[in-house]
């Protein structure tokens, strides 16, 4: 039996996804491969809620948030005191958004790949020593 590797997924993977976008061949892959585990920050999944809300108003938002939290192959990662002080430390350390504090700090706890199109996120994570796999 193989073992499913690890992936955390960044709002900027999701919104490729979901808005057709550079890099959506790349998650829409991960999301039906049988030995990817995927996961996403419900701080991440906030940032998908207002993209979507401010380009193409609440009911888009509420129906794409909707089918993210109903994706069986995606887990949200609710946030706890300790992913928090440890997204507060990454964030500390500059050079990238709280949100994304988030991702990287996941993909540290969970020991996954971080997979994003946001190369600020992907320099950061490689200080921890994080793998990334690049979408764009």
Request: hydrophobic share 45%.
């Amino acid at each position: 039996m193989t073992t499913a590797r690890k992936y955390v997924l960044d709002s900027h993977a999701v919104l490729s996804l979901v808005e057709d976008e550079p890099g959506a061949q790349v998650v829409a892959e991960l999301l039906i491969c049988d030995k990817a585990e995927l996961h996403l920050s419900a701080i991440s999944l906030g940032e998908i809620y207002y993209v979507i809300l401010r380009r193409h108003g609440e009911a888009a938002a509420e129906e794409i948030v909707g089918a993210v939290l109903q994706e069986q192959a995606l887990t949200v990662e609710e946030v706890s005191w300790p992913r928090l002080k440890q997204a507060a430390c990454i964030k500390g350390g500059g050079g990238i958004s709280y949100a994304d504090a988030f991702v990287v700090g996941l993909s540290r706890e969970l020991k996954a790949v971080l997979v994003s199109g946001d190369p600020d996120i992907r320099a950061v994570a490689g200080k921890f020593g994080l793998e990334c796999s690049p979408i764009d």
